[in-house]
């Protein structure tokens, strides 16, 4: 059996500095990696504070670039983002704050481009329902609001 090597709290901190300074990080994220490190409970939350104390780990800020990261590059929309912002235990209060960071114009075209893009890779579908539905399971997929998507097709009518 192999024996696994623990690291001191210092040594920990360390590291867990290094995690921190490389992007941001949510606590969760944070608190596991201590875990794994082979620190016991109190000292997780101690070095926690700490992490917090010289601004290594921030829950608003890791919550903006995240939001702003994956519509970015990965064009989701605010549903999605939501959803895994609170699958990583972020503050409701962080959360409407990094939505907010998503400029209105810029979250139009894009929803406007992925929407046209979807429609035209469907251009073989002859039925007009089945290229609805399609399109509007896609832009559901990637995590956009019900509301926004009836919209678009109540107006394309």
Not at 4 to 27: D, I
Not at 57 to 75: D, Q, T, V
Request: aromatic letters at 14%; a positive charge; proline letters at 1%.
């Amino acid at each position: 059996m192999i024996q696994k090597k623990f690291l001191t709290k210092e040594q920990a901190l360390e590291k867990a500095k290094h995690y921190c300074g490389y992007q941001e990080r949510s606590h969760s994220e944070v608190k596991e990696k201590l875990y794994s490190l082979g620190l016991w409970k109190k000292d997780v939350e101690e070095t926690i504070s700490q992490l917090i104390e010289e601004n290594y780990l921030n829950e608003e800020r890791y919550a903006i670039a995240f939001a702003g990261g994956k519509f970015r590059m990965k064009h989701w929309g605010k549903t999605k983002i939501k959803y895994e912002l609170q699958q990583k235990k972020i503050s409701p209060y962080c959360i409407k704050k990094a939505m907010k960071e998503i400029d209105d114009d810029d979250y139009k075209k894009t929803f406007l481009k992925l929407t046209e893009t979807k429609w035209e890779s469907l251009k073989t579908e002859k039925n007009i329902f089945i290229k609805k539905r399609k399109t509007q399971d896609y832009l559901l997929q990637k995590g956009f609001e019900y509301e926004l998507i009836n919209e678009f097709f109540r107006n394309a009518e």
